[in-house]
C-alpha cells in the first residue's frame, strides 16, 4: 500500500507533517487492567493540570487550530478531534472505553494533543491520499451523523474518503477483531523531522506492546510525501 499527502497541503502550510505508522498481525481486544488504570491516571492528572488553563493553550491544540484557519475552517464550530477529547477531559468525561485499538488512539491524541486516526486496513481499498477535502467529500462519522469534509484534511482510498482529523468514518473503525491497522498521527508541524521520528518510534513501539505484533513507519513532509508500507 502507497500512502501519499497532496502537493497543494504543503503549499498552503510549508511545515504539515503526517505521522504514518503501520501495524501488522495485532490483538485489539480489551485493554489489561494495568493500562486501563495507567490510562485512567494520566486523564485526571490532566483533568487537575487543566483547572486553570485553557484548552487552546496546549501546543499541539494550538498548532492545529491554525491549520483549521489555513485550510478554511473555523475551529470554533468545527474543533479538531484531539481537543474534542482534551475538552471532555477537562469536563471529567473520560473518553470511553471501547476497544485496546481505540483507546489508545485517544491516549496517544491526548498526551500529545494532536489529532490521530486509527483505520482498519481490511476496511481500506487501494492506496491512501491525504488531501484537502471538497465540497463533494462526506461520510457518516463515528459521531453518528453525516459529516461533510469540505475544507477539512481526509484519508481516502478509491472507495473515498473514510478518516479526518475532525471525525473519523465507520466504515474503516477498528474493532476487537481488527488484526492490520493504518496509524495516522496528524503531528505538530513545529515538530522538527528528528523529533516527529522519536514520536513515530515512540508510538509504535508503545501499541505494539500492548497489542503485540510489529509496526513500520514513516514520516510525510513536504520534501518526502510518500510511503510504502
Excluded at 220 to 225: K, V, Y
Aim: charged share 25%.
Amino acid at each position: 500500500m502507497k500512502i501519499t499527502a497532496d502537493q497543494m497541503l504543503f503549499e498552503t502550510v510549508p511545515d504539515l507533517k503526517f505521522g504514518i505508522l503501520h501495524y501488522n498481525r495485532i490483538s485489539t481486544s480489551e485493554a489489561p487492567g494495568m493500562l486501563k488504570g495507567r490510562i485512567g491516571y494520566f486523564y485526571r492528572e490532566m483533568e487537575i493540570d487543566l483547572e486553570n488553563k485553557n484548552v487552546t493553550d496546549i501546543p499541539g491544540v494550538a498548532e492545529w487550530r491554525n491549520v483549521w484557519k489555513a485550510f478554511g475552517k473555523d475551529p470554533g464550530r468545527y474543533r479538531p478531534s484531539a481537543e474534542a477529547l482534551i475538552r471532555r477531559v477537562k469536563k471529567g468525561q473520560m473518553p470511553g472505553e471501547i476497544n485496546l485499538g481505540v483507546d489508545l488512539n485517544n491516549f496517544f491524541s491526548v498526551r500529545e494533543g494532536i489529532p490521530c486516526g486509527l483505520y482498519d486496513l481490511e476496511a481500506v481499498a487501494g492506496d491512501v491520499s491525504i488531501r484537502k477535502g471538497s465540497a463533494e467529500d462526506e461520510y457518516e462519522g463515528l459521531n453518528g451523523r453525516n459529516n461533510n469534509l469540505e475544507n477539512l484534511l481526509l484519508t481516502s482510498d478509491e472507495q473515498g474518503p473514510f478518516g479526518s482529523p475532525f471525525v473519523d468514518s465507520g466504515r474503516t473503525a477498528v474493532t476487537e477483531q481488527t488484526t492490520e491497522a493504518l496509524h495516522v498521527l496528524y503531528l505538530q508541524p513545529s515538530m522538527t523531522a528528528e523529533e516527529a521520528e522519536v514520536l513515530l518510534e515512540e508510538t509504535g513501539s508503545f501499541f505494539t506492546s500492548v497489542a503485540g505484533g510489529s509496526f513500520t513507519g514513516g514520516i510525510l513532509h513536504a520534501g518526502n510525501r510518500s510511503a510504502e508500507l
